[in-house]
Structure formats: structure tokens, C-alpha cells
């Protein structure tokens, strides 16, 4: 089996052009990152995405391929969006990691690396490196902690499965300071609020929750998404193997 990029740029450009609709764009636009052709490669994902937008392997590409072109601003964006839609996506997560690595973003490493543990348990590099950010983050800054410095959605929907509405609200208020266009974040804000009104206070601590309907929606809403990320990460297990199969069977 070749190993040189352009065997299989050929190769996927051969059936991204007999199906142009179809999600053959992504594992093209992957061989041309690989081979450095990022303008092409990111021209292919944004124009796919349109089309495919629920697509989250090629969503994935892209924060890759942003990385790879030093556009790392852009990049966090789009896989901090995948996390918010898939919190076990090993491959955004890595990236993500790698790239807060490279700034020595000790604190935005720490929650990246701990998910990462639990995800991929045999693989040593995450605790230790995990071990490693904590280490630097009490080195460069002792008093502040890293908890909430890494604010997405998993996160907030983590604390309320826990209890934790105060954090969960810090967590939202840092994402609505950084995106203040977004209107689903200050609809999460307005549902933590009817819970604290339930128990009279902001907790930092567990609570019970209250046993009102918002409660009720909200486990249904974890639920529901719960599903939709067991779903997404199973289409891309499939999707990763059929371009391996491919791979071994093309000469």
C-alpha cells in the first residue's frame, strides 16, 4: 500500500467528483491536509459542511486542518463546538490538548487531560500528562484554579448532572462573555435560574435538585443528548474503518 498523499488525494478525488454531494469531501480534504494543501482542504470542509452540517468527523478535519495552517484561534472554535455536540471525541480532544500544550495553557489542559484519562485509560501519556499541567498550573499561578477556566457545555451539563448550579452558572458566564452572540447560552442561564430560585441559593457544593418540571426536562435533555453523542461517536468509529478498508483493499 502507497504511503505518499498523493495516491490518495488521487484516489478520493475520483469519488468526491462521481458523488460531489456526498461526504467523500471530508477524507479528501484530510489527504490534502496532510500533503499540506490546506487552502484546498479548508475550501473542501467549509463548502461540506455547509452541506453536511451534522457531520462531525469532517467538523473534526477542520479544526485539524486550521491547526496544521497556524489559524489556532479558529481551530479551538470549531472543536470546542465539537465537544459541545460529542464531549468523548477522542481526536478533538487530543488536538485541543496538543494545541493548549503548545501555548503552555497549563489550565485549559487540566480538564482536557482528566477526560482524556478516563477515556483512553491504557494509554500512559494522559495521566502523566495530566500530572504534568497541574504540576505547571500551581508553578505559574498557585492561588487560581482551573476548574471553570475551560468553560464549554459538557462542562456546564456535567456540574448540573452533579448538583453544582453555582459553577455551572460561572461556567456560562465565562462562554457568554466569549461568544455574547450566542442566544442558547443565556437560555441555559435563565433554566439554571428557575432551579436556584427552587433552592433559594447559588450552590458551589452539590445540591439535590428540586423536584419541579424544569428538573425533569433538563435529566430528559441530558438524556436525549446523551443518545445523540453515543450515536455520533459510532458513525465515526464506522466512517474511520470503511476509509482503513479502504486503504488496505486500493492497490
Known amino acids: 500500500m502507497s504511503s505518499d498523499p498523493q495516491h490518495f488525494i488521487g484516489i478520493w478525488r475520483q469519488r468526491f467528483a462521481a458523488a460531489p454531494e456526498s461526504r467523500a ?13 490546506h487552502a484546498e482542504a479548508l475550501k ?34 470549531v472543536l470546542l463546538r465539537v465537544l459541545e455536540s460529542d464531549g468523548d471525541n477522542i481526536v478533538a480532544l487530543r488536538l485541543l490538548t496538543e ?47 482551573p476548574e471553570t477556566s475551560f468553560a464549554t457545555m459538557t462542562l456546564v451539563d456535567i456540574y448540573l448532572a452533579q448538583g453544582y448550579l453555582g459553577k455551572a452558572m460561572t461556567a456560562l458566564r465565562q462562554m457568554q462573555a466569549r461568544e455574547p452572540e450566542r442566544r442558547d447560552l443565556q437560555a441555559k442561564i435563565d433554566e439554571i435560574g428557575l432551579l ?17 418540571v424544569a428538573t425533569g426536562q433538563a435529566v430528559d435533555r441530558r438524556s436525549v443528548l446523551a443518545a445523540k453523542r453515543s450515536e455520533e461517536k459510532k ?10 478498508t479502504d486503504e488496505r483493499t486500493t492497490p
Open 44 to 77: 473542501l470542509l467549509e463548502d461540506g459542511i455547509v452541506r453536511h452540517p451534522d457531520f462531525q468527523a469532517a467538523m473534526v478535519i477542520l479544526g485539524h486542518t486550521l491547526l496544521d495552517a497556524d489559524r489556532s484561534d479558529h481551530a479551538r472554535k
Open 99 to 145: 494545541e493548549a500544550r503548545s501555548r503552555q495553557a497549563w489550565e485549559e489542559a487540566v480538564p482536557l487531560l482528566a477526560r482524556l484519562s478516563k477515556l483512553d485509560p491504557d494509554d500512559e501519556r494522559w495521566p502523566r500528562g495530566l500530572l504534568e499541567a497541574k504540576a505547571n498550573c500551581k508553578r505559574v499561578n498557585p492561588a487560581k484554579s
Open 235 to 244: 458513525n465515526f468509529e464506522a466512517w474511520i474503518n470503511r476509509i482503513r
Open 196 to 212: 436556584e430560585e427552587g433552592t433559594g441559593t447559588v450552590r458551589s457544593e452539590p445540591a439535590a435538585p428540586a423536584p419541579s
Open 25 to 37: 469531501f471530508a477524507p479528501l480534504a484530510d489527504a490534502l491536509r496532510v500533503a499540506g494543501e
